[in-house]
């Protein structure tokens, strides 16, 4: 069977060395370079030896352009700034462009759906199956139930992370608004500190715990008088991130120019 080309941007970050055992591991994808920023120690090494193993043949370079001309998808969790500046020359190179990383602005957004009208971009906040799901879970919910029920959104990460709320609340808030038939915009309540006033009926809220090496879990609760529902995910390994991008990087494949997300891809939009 023939074998996707691969290159993986920022090859050192938690989810860069899960990205690599990932591609690694398939039989339908192989990776051709990876990329660090310029001045990283791994730049110019081997991949193998720089993860202290044997050589691989693959390169790790400093300059995205030279990694994503050998590719056929590139997969990228990095940062915003990055990511923007690699999408434009992956719409260039019309490789298919996985795009995990999160904190995007609105102009950061608008400048990748302008680089989607060249190439396949498959972009999520979150790659996994299970969020995927609980995504179209909260809109339903969402959806049955009326503003009695407040929602709130509370998610956990480790604390190295820089975004919050996380990309997956955000998935999770715009799910909820989407069942209620509101924009997020108009009821997002994020980062309460102080006299606050009270709960505005209809809002979304939005809680963040950073601490220790927690990968990631989102609650989205529902609380009403005398009940609550909470629909939860816990994360417990990065893998089901990364092998939600190589299956995207994969779905991408000859397919038409456009901005796609994580439902596409499982069959779940
Ligand atoms: N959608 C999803 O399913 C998931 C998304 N994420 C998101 O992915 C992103 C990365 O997360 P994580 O791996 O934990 O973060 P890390 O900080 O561990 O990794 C990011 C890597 O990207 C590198 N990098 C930054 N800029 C460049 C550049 N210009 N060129 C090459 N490399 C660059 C960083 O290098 P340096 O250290 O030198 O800055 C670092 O090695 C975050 O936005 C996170 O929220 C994470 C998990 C799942
Ligand atoms: O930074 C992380 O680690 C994660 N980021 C994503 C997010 O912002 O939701 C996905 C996952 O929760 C891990």
Not at 199 to 209: E, H, K, M, N, P
Not at 220 to 243: C, K, M, P, Q, Y
């Amino acid at each position: 069977m023939d074998t996707i080309g691969i290159a993986v941007m920022g090859a050192s970050g938690r989810m860069g060395r899960m990205l690599i055992e990932t591609v690694n591991a398939s039989d339908r994808a192989h990776l051709v370079a990876v990329t660090e920023r310029p001045g990283h120690d791994w730049v110019g090494s081997d991949l193998g030896e720089a993860l202290g193993g044997a050589a691989s043949g693959v390169p790790v370079v400093d300059d995205p352009l030279e990694a994503i001309v050998k590719a056929q998808a590139v997969i990228d969790f990095t940062s915003p700034e990055a990511t923007v500046a690699h999408a434009k020359l992956t719409a260039q190179a019309r490789a298919v462009h996985v795009i995990g990383t999160t904190g995007m602005s609105d102009a950061d957004i608008a400048a990748l759906d302008a680089c989607a009208r060249h190439a396949c971009i498959v972009r999520a906040g979150n790659m996994s199956l299970g969020v995927n799901l609980l995504v179209r879970l909260t809109q339903q919910v969402a959806a049955a139930l009326d503003e009695d029920f407040d929602i709130e959104v509370v998610e956990a990460h480790h604390r190295h992370k820089v975004d919050a709320p996380s990309g997956t609340a955000l998935m999770l808030g715009e799910a909820a608004a989407h069942g209620r038939g509101v924009a997020l915009a108009d009821v997002k309540d994020s980062g309460r500190d102080g006299i606050t006033g009270e709960r505005r009926r209809g809002d979304i809220g939005f809680s963040a715990i950073r601490g220790g090496d927690v990968v990631g879990e989102h609650d989205v609760i529902f609380a009403a008088d005398g009940e609550r529902i909470v629909l939860r995910h816990l994360a417990t390994d990065r893998a089901i991130f990364s092998r939600g991008a190589l299956k995207a990087a994969l779905w991408g494949q000859g397919r038409a120019p456009g901005h796609y997300s994580m439902m596409s891809v499982l069959g779940l939009a």
